[in-house]
């Protein structure tokens, strides 16, 4: 079962959303060899109303294990939270021939869970770093509860650094990878080189819009020239400049609100012209697929407003 096409998707899950991609991505990320007749089912979970992908990708490895499996250019120490609620989804969808038996005496097993990001953005972050749920749970020591004991409930996500020079060993066990890798690598060599090292917010929205999409497209022409995941860029080519295109704007939009939110507030005026930036980052975000309660934390509007844009 491959993904659905029909849906939003991103560069990284149009590349590794097939049986055999994903395969050989989770044996690089467990060093692992699996059994080749151990089937891949792809379960990534989709929004119909919107047409966007809830999760990057989500598969089970002969329903022994379930994998959510996210890529991210922003460090979101939310992480553990958002897969919380995903692998309740992914395992309802899992059991839904089974829910008659869940209220039974006799007990069904279930895939072991597992978690796991990889992280390719532009600030600083170490090779692996682990999350945890309980990490963002209330201290509870004031009600004379034992704050120090293991919670009941927790989850553990693991963080892989896969920019270019980083867990270099575990890269380089999957070509793909590996070329995706070097593939980002060039697209911010280019726009480093065609911006002259300027920050996002130094140069004019239209000049950066030009700028992004300029290195996009040369990365994928040296790619192919390259012989870099050569067929992939050959055949995806103008969706992936698209694509990579609305997930670098995204990008941008989150730096360079950041950077005039704290100008903003030191200057402490301009508060219109906040709300405009505001409003461009969630249509961006809407764009790329971002979820609406996704969209309200990092810009700080109301779901109302943000359905409201969806809308227009």
Known sequence: MGANREYKSS??????????????LYEALEGVALPPDLPITINTLEDALFKTKINDISFEAGE??????????????????????????????????K???????????????????????????PDKQTLRLSDAFEDVSSLGLPGGAAP?????????????GRNRDMVQK?????????????????????SGGKKPAEVSKDERKRIIKTAITKAV????????LRGFFE?????????LFDEWKLEDAL?????????????KGREEGREEGREEVAKNALEKGASVEFISEITGLSTETIQSLANR
């Open 221 to 228: 022409h040296w790619c192919i020239a390259n012989n870099v």
């Open 235 to 243: 055949k995806n080519g103008s969706e992936v400049i698209n694509m």
């Open 255 to 267: 730096v360079v609100e950041r950077e005039e939110g704290l100008e903003e507030g030191l200057a």
């Open 11 to 24: 560069v990284f899950s149009l590349l590794f959303g097939e049986e055999t991609a994903l395969r050989g």
């Open 64 to 97: 022994k294990v379930v994998v959510i499996l996210e890529h991210q250019s922003t460090i979101n120490p939310n992480m553990p939270l958002r897969l919380l609620s995903y692998i309740a989804r992914v395992y309802e969808k899992i059991t839904a021939g």
């Open 174 to 194: 999957n070509e793909t990878l590996s070329g995706y890798v070097m593939f980002i690598a060039k697209v911010r060599e280019f726009e480093t080189s065609l």
């Open 99 to 125: 829910k008659t038996r869940w209220y039974g005496k006799k007990g069904f097993s279930i895939p072991r869970p597992e978690f796991i990001v990889l992280y390719n953005g532009a600030e600083a972050f």
């Open 152 to 164: 009941d409930l927790e989850l553990t996500v693991r963080v892989y650094n896969i920019n270019e």
